[in-house]
Every structure is written in structure tokens, then in C-alpha cells.
């Protein structure tokens, strides 16, 4: 009646959800830019770091791979 329990545990590994990232690179020339919003018909605006000067652009998603 209060003896060992016969049941197999399971040990389960607990696993955290990671964040979508926004980070990504330029298919031509791999410059690191960062999504800023998606767009309609598949174009995103990315922002990027061009010297000392911040800029935006809006490119395909086909143009971009994740970092």
C-alpha cells in the first residue's frame, strides 16, 4: 500500500522558446542589418549601420538571410 511506485518516470528536458531574431545579413554583400517591419508582397524595411550614419531601406525578403 505505501511501497515504492512501479511507474516509470520520464525525464523530460525542459526546453526555453527562443525569440524570433531580427538580425540578418544582406545576400550580396553581407552588411548585418536589422528588420524593422515586414512589409506587403514580401518586402521588409531593414535598418543598417553605414559608418557613423544609421539608414533605412526597404528590400525583398528574398534579399536578406538570417545572421
Known amino acids: ?3 515504492k511506485s512501479k511507474s516509470k518516470s520520464t525525464s523530460k528536458v ?5 525569440a524570433p531574431t531580427d538580425q540578418y545579413r544582406l545576400k550580396a554583400t553581407g552588411q548585418r542589418v536589422t528588420v524593422l517591419e515586414h ?3 514580401g518586402d521588409v524595411r531593414i ?3 553605414s559608418g557613423r550614419i544609421c539608414r533605412d531601406d526597404i528590400v ?3 534579399d536578406i538571410t538570417p545572421a
Open 1 to 3: 500500500m505505501f511501497g
Open 14 to 18: 525542459a526546453t526555453t522558446p527562443t
Open 39 to 41: 512589409l506587403s508582397r
Open 47 to 49: 535598418a543598417m549601420d
Open 60 to 62: 525583398s525578403s528574398r
